[in-house]
């Protein structure tokens, strides 16, 4: 079974990548669709989409000044602004925004400050955000899910996979892949990624010892 402790992955490529897996399966939804729940509470399909068209153009420099009418407080400034693009705009206006956002050979807003491995796996997990309620499932290429595991214990921020992810073992069944030390946690590669990202909908796929820990962090 394949180990890994270092990061040495494409990062940019594989947004790259995942972006345009993104876009191909959004031009597949129909308007409803658009207006269909996921994972991320309070959060429909427009609104996920959304939030990433809001950090792939909010400008930097008006940022803090932005910030500061929600109080400093990311996750509600999130969380306003998300699903008050996706209200804003119809799902056509936001497939052809997403496009043009993240086809650019340089990321704008956000995107431009923060770490490639870090953006791939919040894409990645997004795209499973919007699949997973609508029972869309997909074939992710090993690589990115190898690439996503690696990068969940270095990310902290908003997501705080690191510290979930903090003194266990994972073990990817169905990619013979594992990852860290302690007790273990066993299951689809997937699973083990929307739980170590605090979706509670992969728990169940799941077991070992470090089950019990792993739901506990992430609350569920």
């Known amino acids: 079974m394949a180990t890994s402790t270092t990061t040495t992955h494409d990062y940019d490529t594989l947004v790259r990548e995942e972006l345009a897996d993104l876009r191909a ?3 597949t939804l129909t308007d409803a669709q658009w207006d269909a729940e996921t994972l991320c509470e309070g959060w429909r399909v427009r609104d996920v989409v959304g939030h990433m068209c809001v950090g792939y153009s ?4 008006k940022f803090p ?3 500061a009418t929600f109080g400093f407080n990311v996750p509600k400034g999130s969380h306003v602004l998300s699903v008050r ?4 705009h119809t799902p056509a206006e936001i497939k052809e925004n997403f496009a043009s956002l993240t086809t650019k050979e340089k990321p704008g807003g ?3 400050v923060i770490k490639t491995h870090e953006r791939f796996t919040d894409h990645l997990i997004h795209q499973q955000d919007i699949r997973r309620p609508m029972n869309k499932p997909r074939e992710i290429p090993r690589e990115r899910l190898v690439a996503a595991l690696d990068a969940l214990p270095r990310i902290g921020g908003f997501l ?3 510290q979930k992810a903090k003194g266990l073992r994972f073990v990817a069944t169905d990619i013979e892949y594992t990852l860290g030390d302690g007790p273990e946690v066993r299951g689809p590669a997937e699973a083990l990624i929307l739980a170590i ?3 509670p909908v992969a728990l169940p796929e799941l077991d070992g010892e470090g089950l019990a820990t792993l739901r506990q962090r992430i609350g569920a």
Do not use: Q, V
């Open 110 to 112: 956000l995107a431009r």
């Open 160 to 162: 705080k996979s690191n």
């Open 85 to 88: 693009y996706g209200d804003e």
């Open 58 to 61: 909010i400008n930097l420099l």
């Open 197 to 199: 990202s605090g979706r």
């Open 25 to 27: 399966f959004l031009a």
């Open 65 to 67: 000044f932005t910030l």
